[in-house]
């Protein structure tokens, strides 16, 4: 069964940085454009990044430009997302998720807490 799970998340302080992990398996890996949605406290889901695997283009929502980074390690099934200089708005559970031409598939989130 396909599935991607989340880890790295956790409390820190304002101005810190994080690593988030997604690692998927039952699925073929490099078939898939990877993404990371978050939900605040009392907000709808956003986007936040993705990895395309069709040519490994990145994107990222307007409020994390500068501070995240999306990346691929193919070899072990992951996708990460490096957040530097984190604020208070960046708190939320954090989603992974796999997108192909047939499916998507959720990963259950990961609590980011942002602390000052």
């Known amino acids: 069964q396909a599935q991607v799970v989340e880890s790295g998340g956790g409390l820190v302080q304002t101005g810190r940085s994080l690593r988030l992990s997604c690692t998927a398996s039952g699925l073929t890996f490099n078939q898939y454009t990877m993404a990371w949605f978050r939900q605040g406290p009392g907000k709808e889901r956003e986007f936040v990044a993705s990895?395309?695997?069709?040519?490994?283009?990145?994107y990222y929502a307007d409020s994390v430009k500068g501070r995240f980074t999306i990346t691929r390690d193919i070899a072990k099934n992951t996708v990460y997302l490096q957040m530097n200089n984190l604020r208070l708005e960046d708190t939320g559970v954090y989603y992974c998720?796999?997108?192909?031409?047939?499916?998507?598939?959720w990963g259950q989130g990961t609590q980011d807490t942002v602390s000052s």
């Open positions: 990895h395309v695997h069709k040519d490994g283009s990145t």
């Open positions: 998720k796999a997108i192909s031409d047939y499916d998507t598939i």
